[in-house]
Nanobody, 124 residues
Framework: QVQLVESGGGLVQPGGSLRLSCAAS????????IGWFRQAPGKEREGVSC????????YYADSVKGRFTISRDNAKNTVYLQMNSLKPEDTAVYYC?????????????????WGQGTQVTVSS
C-alpha cells in the first residue's frame, strides 16, 4: 500500500525551528520528486519546497528561501524539511507529496500521492 506520512509539526515560538519528516511506504521515494506544500485556513494550498529525483535539485518559495532546507535520506525512504526562523505567517498544515515524473512542479495537481498533513503553529 502506497503511503506518505508526515510528522514533526507542533507549536513553536517565532524565531524557532522545526523539522518535518515525510516517510514513504509501498514505493521508493528516490524515484519521485517530493514536494512540500502548506495550506493555511481560508487560503489555497501553496508550494513551499521541492526536491527532484533526477539530480536532487531543490526549489523554494520566495517566502521561505534562506530559512527552510529540504533534504532526502534514501536509506530511510524519508524526505525532511528543516524550518528555521519561523514566523507566524508560516502557520499552516504542511503536506508532502510525490510526483512519479521526477521533476519538481509547482502545481499540486501534478502530484500522485499525498500525506495526511501535519499542523505547524508559530505563535508566542
Amino acid at each position: 500500500q502506497v503511503q506518505l506520512v508526515e510528522s514533526g509539526g507542533g507549536l513553536v515560538q517565532p524565531g524557532g525551528s522545526l523539522r518535518l519528516s515525510c516517510a514513504a511506504s509501498g514505493f521508493t521515494l528516490d524515484y519521485y520528486a517530493i514536494g512540500w506544500f502548506r495550506q493555511a485556513p481560508g487560503k489555497e494550498r501553496e508550494g513551499v519546497s521541492c526536491i527532484s529525483s533526477s539530480d536532487g535539485s531543490t526549489y523554494y518559495a520566495d517566502s521561505v528561501k534562506g530559512r527552510f532546507t529540504i533534504s532526502r535520506d534514501n536509506a530511510k525512504n524519508t524526505v525532511y524539511l528543516q524550518m528555521n526562523s519561523l514566523k507566524p505567517e508560516d502557520t499552516a498544515v504542511y503536506y508532502c507529496a510525490a510526483d512519479r515524473r521526477g521533476n519538481c512542479r509547482a502545481e499540486p495537481r501534478f502530484y500522485d500521492y499525498w500525506g495526511q498533513g501535519t499542523q505547524v503553529t508559530v505563535s508566542s
